[in-house]
């Protein structure tokens, strides 16, 4: 197991220092370690997008990230997304589109959609589908998913 | 009296009839009314005092949740039929 | 009357006049979901938690002759090691657990197998310990011998003469009746009406053909995951990912011998579930390994071991036959179903009996219904449990009659329909139910009527039913002196049940959605609730915050009578308004005089429906096949529905549409591919290739509300049957663009490639299985 390794990072805009071992993923630290339990854990090996969070502004599967990786990196997760008690407009065109139902892959597809539209504030349907591709849902069948996403571009929009 | 509709599998209990009459006032009476026409039936119908597991009882239509204890009036029908729950747990 | 939401259309009772019920009210526990503060099974924390680990079989089906775990209970970090050792002895119990029947020996030896696994996956051992990577490391210091047995993969191969036996004891079930000799086939069952064999020789055509379909797993994001904490006092807390906390507290009890008050059961915010949620897995090994460290122990399952320890949805094979006259009209019909039960006995024949020719008023019928044993992980409940399987088969028979008697498809469907009054061929006769509206809805719908062009290119459609159930339920509500309710249910929230339960008791208090506070209650705060599933939450659920909601305003009379001095019969209650004469007082301000006119009102109810119905779905899809790869891509696809009454009709298009995608996943790539020592070669959610975003286009949906006499605002269950419409509809649109008849599932393009090739060389156009 050897010794736990000191991993200074910026998370959510805090700077954070840590102890891990090695072997731990950055999604287990940031869940155990950090108390930080949005970011979730459906596959453990980077197939379904539930862990993801912004690693130096690129969405990641945080699973597939080794905790010691993470040092002197920015990194964003669900829990910053909503700011100064306000909801982001993805999180409420998710509640006013019902694109949720158990909820468990929300986190994931609402930070992997938070860097589309970064990238990208005004995609296509086909932009969204392709750039959401690696978060899985398993309740809605995306339609809701989609459309929130569209809908949330367009008042992104208005609000600039 | 109430009829009973009896599905194939239990038919040779009841003489190959698909159809019988029976008394009672709740399925408890029915079945016993049964037993005494049908030696038998109770035995493939119950265990341990309930409807069996895997079988279900519909009364007029109805599935019955409340097993011996469920109504039955004089124009009910009855089917036993495999319980929907079957592979639920 | 109509109208438009986006994609979605609902078709409503022209005689609706609701406040709340109809409307879209945000989701009560969506902020907590938006922004990762929802607390879900793997998010408890608790002082000294420490964290455990399974140890699954290796091989399908072996003799255990001996477990040694001595070395891994040394390693440091280590708090304890359990196998079936450490727990009760069975015996040959059947316990009626709420929902069926469950053989105790058999759930205690699914969660640690005993003498033998009967399959890969199949939990043995389990370790608790300072952290999960501990906890691995210990697993590979247990020593298991197994003693190799004869593996069966495929259920024709298990039920020949001279099969490999996996449970002696076990014997034929034939409803009641059991049979003489040990056998793989549990349970054979046999309907039959009228005379199908001169129905047959008198038909006009008949249409027979043989389907195949693999083992699929429900494919929940969240993997399952229990903690549990054995107090000194003798009380066991479970903090649980389940789609019933009462069940799962009364499975977790009998396991362990224990009576049900000493079991607590805490509902954690549920990842999807499917039917799959409903067994238990992990309680009671987490339970023993607490009792043994005197810590609370969390145990998270890996994503193999989900796919290969818990109960998928089974493979199977089916002959359909079917007769018609010269009009059309279906006069004979016969199916022989042959479903795998997995290792244990127990499996869903029934419900795949029952629903083979439900959409249909079939004179003369028979059906054969076989479950049966093999080295596959033990099957449960995936949405509409064993439906979609015999629809794949009807459906595709019922469209190759349609092509052959050129009839219209839907045509063929309406002048043979299931409606009020049809005798199903398991017996009971339908009440009223919407497979004719439904039915007609598509018909005129524009996706139906629209012009599909170009080459590889085609349409299919095709129906599904399932039942709902009714089943208990029982919510408690606590009036606020604000004006709002706090309503305590135990119906685990999937799908955003909360809320359609808040809105049928807001609509009953004729008060808004937002001030009802809906709480999902641990099994020691709430009345006994059944799980959900069925199709069943907002219907019974529902039925008991409406039972709560008129004993509010029974108690509220009283107190508006003690304010004006009158009897409570002649106070009236209209609108979220008290009245008397010219005297009135609104819910709310009513509210506020509750402390000082008798205290706070709380009001309960607890039900037991009985009166409840039916669910049909139609599905319209338009295909593109690659002829190149095989690959078949949806161009176009609408889901329309019988929904009753839609309480939060987003929801209900959820439903709708989350259902078809997990169709269209069965239909075009799920399957657990096996090795021939039963081994799954897929176990990971890469290989096992549940839609993606990319796979899908958006689903279009049409709820039409025939409502459901025996509830009050005709609320029917909506979430099953649409999961059962797409793999027949599918298989309908490629014939419709290629040609081919395919009758195996998955239509993955290797199959559909293999199969066009076999077209080209001459072959029928029918796939070969």
Redesign the interface.
Known sequence: ?GKKIHVSTTINGEAVEFLC?A??SLLEVL?DTL???????????G??G?CTILFNGAPVDSCLVLAVESEGAEIE???S??TEGH?HPL?EC?????A????????GF?VSAKALLAENPDPT?EE???E????????????????AVQAASGRMKEVN | MATVHIPPQMQELTGGRAEVEAEGVSLRQVVSHLETSYPGFKERLLKDDMVAPGLAVSIDNVVTSRGLFAEVDPASVIHIIPAISGGLL | MADTYKNSQVIKDPDDNYKTIGTRPIRHDGVDKVTGRAIYGNDVKLQGLIEGAILRSPVAHARILSIDTSVAEALPGVFAVATSADLPEAGDKIADLGEGPVNLAHLSANCLARDKVFYKGQAVAAVAASNVHVAREALELIEVEYEPLPVLTWVLDAMKEDAPILHEELRTNQMGKKGESPTNICDHLHFEQGDPDEAFEKAHLVVEKEFKTQTVHQGYIEPHVATAHWNQDGHLTIWASTQGSFSARDQTAETLALPTSKVKVIPCEIGGGFGGKIPIYLEPVAAVLSKKSGRPVKIQMTRDGVFEGTGPTPASFMRVKVGVDESGKITAAEAWLAYESGGFPGGVIGPGCMCVFSCYDIENARVDGFDVCVNKPWTKAYRAPGSTHVAFAIESVVDEIASRLEMDPIELRLLNAAKEGTKRVDGPVYPRIGLVETLEAAKNHDHYNAPLEGPWRGRGMASGFWFNIGLKSAVTAHVNNDGTVTLLEGSTDIGGTRTSIAMQLAETLGIAAEDINPKVADTDSVGYTDITGGSRVTFATGLAAIEAGKDIISQMKERAARLWECEPADVEFAEALFSRGDDSISFSDLCAKLSNTGGLITARASVDPQGFTNGFAVHICDVEVDPETGKVDILRYTALQDAGKAIHPSYVEGQLQGGSVQGIGWALNEEYLFDDEGKMLNPTMLDYRMPTALDVPMIDTVIIEVPNPSHPFGVRGVGEPPIIPPPPAIANAIKNATGLRMTELPMSPPRIFAALRNMENGSSGEQEL
């Open positions: 197991m071992e072997r731990q869940r108390a930080l339990t949005g970011a979730k854990e459906g596959c453990n090996n197939n379904c539930a997760t669900v829990e997304i909503a909801l999180q998710f509640l006013e589109g019902a949720l139902q158990c909820g468990i892959c929300t986190p609402l349907e969204i589908r392709f959401l591709s690696g978060n899985l849902c398993r309740c809605t069948g995306y339609d809701k998913i989609i459309r």
